[in-house]
């Protein structure tokens, strides 16, 4: 490369920056979220972004997911970056087992990476926060994992969503009565799973290269009922030679009382057999959400039963349920909805435009910081205090504190509120006191 050539400043396709407004509302969005999970009683762990080939893909030569292999000279354990949270989870369980409270209630905020062809709201690196409960065969877990998305939904401001939930013993039930052979069940729930976002003529054409009736299919995923209560009636009769179909939809029934005695309201949740989810791993209980102002976008948090992924790594046999929030997908919605999560505003500009006070200024803005407000010190070119004056209008700073040889010669300051334009001096030693009680204060952090 020459040395005066420019590189572009382009970014790489499926990715994405984010600017610091951006940023620090999709920041607001993940304190949200946090906080919910702690009040849930999750605790945090990490996992590093690159784990084995063979951690991911399970051995599989026909895994289907598209992963971001690592450049590594060591081919005999080759590397991978992470495509979700869960299966380091599970081998995170099966290292630490006995160190780990039982049952294991964890959340984890991470990147992950999919080498997919790139969607409006789905990126090639997104961002994923997971909560799941591992060690429990109890359906109230389910309960719990579907009351938290209610729970962080609602957090985040956002006002109409569904989670639709499904149930995979049921699916396989009715797999089972439509004659398909059971060594192709994964096969027709993969075609079910392009229901929601491509229609029947899809899951059909998927079923068609199968043996089996994809009408019975059709027609099993089209039962409804006025309630809960009739819909579970309807499916028992429809599918009564299915014992996995049974337990499944008895399952879904348990779940959706234990919902219901969590206090969610119902226009929040239904039962929708044609939710499977595409990865493999999943056992049971199963369910997406949809927000209902821009159900294109498709799901924004989704997740189920594993009981089987522990099992992987380690002897120990591990149920757990668990879910995860797409924060890029979320994000776009939120910004295509209009929704916007509470930003602060700059708070305290403390002007510097007299060299020899700069150092009574920093004394300032150490006190006003210690009292847990935001502040900073200007520091660009601007020299006059007009021009100062300009930059913190400019920047939506509400307060500015000017402090010149006379302010620092008598031990005050003047502080002035954009909002109002009111000005005022203070001493020194009061400066963080009066501030924190300005009106506006109490909108920054």
């Known amino acids: 490369m020459g040395k005066d050539k420019k590189i572009k400043p382009q970014l790489a396709g499926g990715f994405r920056d984010y600017s610091p407004e951006e940023a620090e509302a999709r920041g607001k969005m993940l304190d949200a979220i946090r906080r919910t999970f702690e009040l849930f009683g999750?605790?945090?762990?990490?996992?590093?972004?690159?784990?084995?080939?063979?951690?991911?893909?399970?051995?599989?030569?026909?895994f289907s997911k598209q992963i971001f292999r690592i450049a590594e000279r060591n081919e005999k354990d080759p590397l991978a970056l992470r495509y979700d949270l869960t299966v380091p989870l599970a081998r995170?369980?099966?290292?630490?087992?006995?160190?780990?409270?039982?049952?294991?209630?964890?959340?984890?905020?991470?990147?992950?990476?999919?080498?997919?062809?790139?969607?409006a709201g789905r990126y090639r690196e997104f961002l994923q926060c997971d909560s799941d409960i591992v060690g429990t065969d109890s359906l109230v877990a389910d309960a719990e994992?579907?009351?938290?998305?209610?729970?962080?939904?609602?957090?985040?401001?956002?006002?109409?969503?569904?989670?639709?939930?499904?149930?995979?013993?049921?699916?396989?039930?009715?797999?089972?009565?439509?004659?398909?052979?059971?060594?192709?069940?994964?096969?027709?729930?993969?075609?079910?799973?392009?229901?929601?976002?491509?229609?029947?003529g899809a899951v059909e054409s998927g079923l068609s290269k199968l043996e089996g009736n994809?009408?019975?299919?059709?027609?099993?995923?089209?039962?409804?009922?006025?309630?809960?209560?009739?819909?579970?009636?309807?499916?028992?009769?429809?599918?009564?030679?299915?014992?996995?179909?049974?337990?499944?939809?008895?399952?879904?029934?348990?779940?959706?009382?234990?919902?219901?005695?969590?206090?969610?309201?119902?226009?929040?949740?239904k039962v929708d057999l044609s939710v499977a989810r595409g990865l493999g791993y999943y056992t049971g209980i199963v369910f997406e959400t949809i927000l209902e102002d821009l159900p294109s976008i498709g799901s924004v948090c989704g997740g189920g039963r594993y009981d089987g992924l522990v099992s992987r790594f380690s002897p120990m046999r591990a149920p757990a349920v668990g879910m995860s929030i797409g924060i890029d997908r979320l994000y776009k919605a939120c910004e295509?909805?209009?929704?916007?999560?509470?930003?602060?505003?700059?708070?305290?500009?403390?002007?510097?435009?007299?060299?020899?006070?700069?150092?009574?200024?920093?004394?300032?803005?150490?006190?006003?910081?210690?009292a847990g407000i935001r502040a900073q010190i200007y520091l660009g070119q601007e020299k006059t205090l007009k021009g100062q004056f300009s930059y913190a209008l400019k920047n939506n700073f509400g307060i500015v504190v000017i402090a010149g040889s006379d302010e620092k010669k008598k031990g005050v300051m003047q502080v002035r509120n954009l909002a109002d334009r009111a000005q005022f001096e203070i001493a020194k030693g009061e400066v963080a006191r009066r501030i924190a009680k300005l009106p506006f204060s109490k909108n920054g952090l």
């Open 214 to 269: 994809p009408k019975f299919i059709k027609e099993a995923l089209e039962i409804s009922g006025k309630t809960l209560k009739n819909l579970f009636l309807s499916l028992n009769e429809f599918l009564e030679g299915s014992r996995e179909a049974t337990d499944g939809i008895k399952d879904l029934e348990i779940v959706a009382n234990a919902i219901s005695a969590m206090g969610i309201p119902p226009k929040f949740y």
């Open 336 to 370: 295509e909805l209009g929704i916007s999560q509470e930003i602060s505003q700059q708070q305290v500009l403390v002007l510097n435009f007299e060299p020899k006070c700069e150092l009574y200024c920093a004394e300032i803005l150490g006190d006003i910081r210690r």
């Open 42 to 62: 999750f605790v945090l762990i990490e996992t590093p972004a690159i784990e084995r080939e063979e951690t991911l893909t399970g051995g599989d030569p026909n």
């Open 145 to 200: 994992i579907i009351a938290l998305i209610y729970e962080t939904l609602t957090a985040l401001k956002i006002p109409r969503f569904v989670i639709r939930i499904g149930n995979r013993r049921v699916l396989n039930g009715i797999s089972e009565c439509a004659g398909f052979r059971k060594e192709d069940f994964p096969a027709v729930l993969r075609a079910i799973d392009k229901m929601d976002k491509q229609g029947w």
């Open 92 to 119: 995170f369980v099966a290292q630490n087992q006995n160190k780990l409270p039982w049952p294991f209630r964890r959340y984890q905020i991470g990147s992950v990476w999919r080498a997919e062809q790139p969607q």
